[in-house]
């Protein structure tokens, strides 16, 4: 068998990957039926299932956890989350294996995983961009890296103790898997502004609703998944400490996602076959300025894939159309054309290249491009990755009124990554742990970058910059502890760059009672402060009921990951979960 | 008597030395000896800062800038976007915009004095008699009066929306009165209010659209710069910027000239006292000069490179522009001599937006 049968379509997802190189689904083996969540870098994966938190979706402590930058003003606020030391417009989001980028922002929003499918959820930063498309060069985020998974029905509560908690359900049943998690936070929490006062903070509340229906049958050698993700937020942006006090913007976001695929194996091939529609809307509600600004787009995209052993192809398109008050109204179609070869023997070689293409229906400019990408991957051992990668102007850097610019090109540039553990093969314990070490030096041009040009701002190709960003992971388990510690280093001329970063925590279980800790310390980029931040947690678990506390920020200061923006000093978080049967 | 000669020698040297700006410590500085810049700071996620800057004018002296002043004077961050400055007396003004602050600093030694909070949006000063000084603000469109000697908000006047610069003409025949130009803040306006001693609204012009700032020559005639009104969608539709002068017997104001470029919109109006300098756009324009006399429209730049703000110091006899390098590092201030030759140049803080020289 070429893929397995239960999961055809991350297969089909994760072939993509494994046909440019991107993901190793087993230590001394590329056949791609080997595919599978559970061969995803250990390291990504919550450091014991049920240790981790589940309140609010993905919290900053699971990013954080994870590696990665973030960008957030509050608890409730959005998640702007970068990879491989990258800002957020490099991390590409997928579900069903179609991208969840918000084409007028360019960016996906964190805080939109459902905490009820938080567990299907991988996380991935290595090389990649040549064969996802635009803006994936930082990593991606896989909201079905299992469809289903084999998790069954729960339904918790959660109380913050900044104000507010929230209920989620998780009902799997012979056809799938509902998943409906809603939440109001008030996150009131005292801090201190920069002239030193004390306040509360207010107008930071979050309010979030989010049903997701997830769906599979399967008949012979055929797959189909199919699901909706509906999405309603309505949250408080504060105001900056350094600013005089007040309330801040609000920002709404409704966000519709359906999609289907169907998969069949045949032989030696796998064959693949998607649709997915979208709608979104945001606005932003000024309150220092009497001003609303909202856009909204709507689209749909189909895709064709299939998959050998020693390679793959695919195809896909999509229509879109986007319009509010804050662009030019427009539509846009694109396309792509891709194939990969996947060599044999020790050293395994790899090719890949895409095609991908952009086009206006106002006849503006096409925004066409081509990628390629290499790989050799010595058996069990590491790995060397080169990719050209890309990343497409938004629709606000096209058409925002004023100053979208028409003529903007795609940012592009080359990427060169070494990957591998120690011991070799992920899968060879020891009884000191395991390392995983990863760099990656990246390159990239005509970088988009808003300036004033005449009356008004414009977005232009005017940038470039370099980095090369190392990252090394220890993980090690004995008996009921748990332990890991991270550091990346970055070298580079960009001023989002953080020099360093470094994360560890311990987890503990002994019969039904868990507990950790985890430290996370970031120094300041030329954009952003330094901070030291933390959480703990406990839990007991006795037959179908749960209960767990986390202690978020778990330190005497607050942090801010966004200069002037602090989080609570601490706050805690209570979950109540049963487990049906 | 040798040993004497020493400690004569030893003084001298201490009390010249003390005498000389120290390049290196900026906590033993006369801030009056130099320019000091308002760095706006990024938008949301940042805070203003005060650059200061002293240029080798001997064969003794050096050239040396402190990127942030303020906080390291006084131990803390300025707040977010610094707009503007001023220098009253003893004292310097720094208003902070989203702060909604003005900082009140000792302008020697740049020791935080005092503080006032709870303004709006204030974005430029007016020295007034006694020690008072004008502010407007875009928040609720009003003039605040501020005393000094009391650290009080003594008068409070509504105006117009979106009141930017303003010049005070004393002794006209409605006596004391205050020009406020009102450009529509977040807006479209295009009025002047006029302001009696006891900052009553005794008259309103009709200028150009979107009035920013004034300045009076020597012969006495006051000058109006308006920065025309933008058009998003298509810049060229935009109602371009013009000069007006400003009749101080009558309080009137008429049309001198105009661009022909609708696209463009002018800022920062200063006199060097034969000609107008402002920059020809506000957001990336270049510094461009009009002789006085002259009713045509400047398009030439006159400084080098792009401004992103102006400042002509009247005893020196300079120009300096502040000029933005990339929006998220140091910025620039670049000294020019009369006829407007590059002499040298120091780093500021970010996006420097306001520049007070050393005799303003």
Redesign the interface.
Known sequence: MICTHRRPFLAVVFCFLLASGQLVSAPDTVRLGTADVHALPFHFRAPARGLDSSAQGWSASDWLHRGALLRTTTPGGSQLVGLSGLPAVYTGFHWLGFALTSPTLGLTDGSWINPAFRNQTGVHTQLGGQYLGSGNLGGLVDLSAQWLGSEGSWAGLEAYSAGGGGATVRCRTNYGTLGFWASSARYRFPYQDYLGTRRMRTGADAQNAQLEWRGERRWGAHTLRYGFQGILQDRGLPRSAASSYGTGDRQRDHRLHTGVRWEHQKQNWHWSRGAFGWMDFQAFDARVVALRDSHQTAGMRVEWAGTHPNGHVAWGWSQMAAWGPSHQTLGVWDGFVKGALQGTGRLRPGLAWARWDVRQTTARSPLGNASGGMRWKWAGGPEVQAARHFRWPTLNDLAWIPGGNPLLLPEAGWALEVHGFIPRSKTQKRHWGQWEWQSKAMHLTQSIVWKPIGVQWVPVNAGSWSQWWNRLRWTAQHREWMGWAEVQYTLSNAAFAVPWRGNAGVAYRKGAWTSGAEYTAQAASQQTPRWFTGRLWGGWQSGHWSVQINVQNALPGTVEYLPYYPNPHWYTVINLNYKFK | MKNFKHLIYSTLTIFIASCQPDPANPLNQDYRNGVLVVNEG?F????GTLSFAHFKRSASDSTYAFLDVFQTVNG??M???AQSAVRVGNHVLVAVN????VEMLNAKTMALEH?F?G???PRYFQALPNNRVALSDW?DNRVYVLDLNTKTVVDTVQVDAGPEGMAYLPNTPSGDVLLVACSGG?SDNNTVVVLNAQMNRIKTLTVGDQPHSFAQDPSGTWWLLNQGK?D??T?AN?TPGSLYRIDANALTASLYASSADG???PAHLVCDGTGLVFVS?R??GSAVRMPLGSTVWPTVPFLTGTSYSVAFDALKKEFYSGKIV????PGQLVRYNEQGVALDSVSTGQIPGFILPESH
Do not use: E, F, K, M
């Not at chain 2, 989203?98 to 602050?101: E, N, R, Y």
């Not at chain 2, 990339?326 to 590092?329: F, T």
């Open positions: 990024p949301q996620t940042g805070t803390r961050v707040g977010n976007i989203l702060a909604g602050t503080t909070t303004l709006g949006l928040q977040y933008p998003w969608t810049p935009g696209s463009l919109h756009d957001y990336a990339d929006y998220s590092g």
